[in-house]
């Protein structure tokens, strides 16, 4: 089961912050960031395993909440580097099943 | 370590014809996935290999097929190309099917 992000689309001013939510119909033991820049490949940002406990990269941070069966990613201070779009994936049956992706805009 | 790459980096093919693309993996991953990317669609898994098996397979037709060999270096295959065909195809690799380094992908044109 496809994971379900929103917004699908957020367009912001550097220095302004970000929430991009990620939700799933099914319990989840983990959930996966990636963020793809136009052109390029997809790459990983971080993993959030069970437990609720939050992790950071750069001014990105996440979230996990099980019980909830969602996790929410945090722009913080967005930058122009930041421009892209954003996956989540959830681990279901020896595979990664991804969100359909929220683009994120940065204007300066 | 060298990253995931994929040849050829961009390909143009004709209605009905065949296409193999390659992905060589990060050395020591033995899980290889392959994606379709379309505007559309987002990011659809094809299938995953891991130690030369097939060990899941995405809701793709028979046309489309893999294989993994010895050395994990992976190859996807596509038969009677049609125009909705036309994708990047990613290819992942990792040390679990969760763990997915992409390489740059292949771009298909289907004319």
């Known amino acids: 089961q496809q994971p379900v992000q929103s917004p699908q689309a957020v367009i912001l001013r550097e220095g302004e912050d970000a929430v991009i939510n990620c939700s799933s119909s099914?319990?989840?033991?983990?959930v996966h960031w990636y963020r793809q820049k136009h052109g390029e490949a997809p790459v990983f940002l971080m993993i959030?395993?069970?437990?609720?406990e939050q992790k950071g990269h750069e001014k990105i941070s996440a979230s996990f909440n099980e019980k909830k069966q969602q996790s929410s990613l945090y722009l913080t201070a967005s930058q122009l580097s930041y421009s892209g779009t954003y996956f989540c994936?959830?681990?279901?049956?020896?595979?990664?099943?991804f969100g359909q992706g929220t683009r994120l805009t940065i204007n300066p | 370590k060298a990253g995931v790459t994929q040849t050829p980096r961009y390909l143009i093919k004709t209605r009905g014809q065949q296409v193999t693309l390659s992905c060589s993996p990060i050395?020591?991953?033995?899980?290889v996935s392959w994606y379709q990317q379309t505007p559309g669609q987002g990011l659809q898994f094809l299938f995953e290999?891991?130690?030369?098996?097939?060990?899941n397979k995405g809701n793709f037709p028979g046309r489309f097929s893999g294989r993994q060999f010895s050395n994990s270096r992976s190859e996807m295959n596509v038969s009677t190309l049609e125009l909705g065909d036309s994708a990047l195809y990613l290819c992942?690799?990792?040390?679990?099917?969760?763990?997915?380094?992409f390489g740059p992908g292949t771009r298909l044109t289907v004319t």
């Open positions: 992942a690799s990792g040390s679990t099917p969760y763990e997915q380094y």
């Open positions: 099914k319990a989840l033991y983990s």
């Open positions: 959030l395993l069970k437990g609720g």
């Open positions: 994936g959830t681990e279901g049956a020896q595979k990664l099943v």
């Open positions: 050395s020591g991953h033995r899980s």
């Open positions: 290999y891991f130690s030369e098996t097939q060990r």
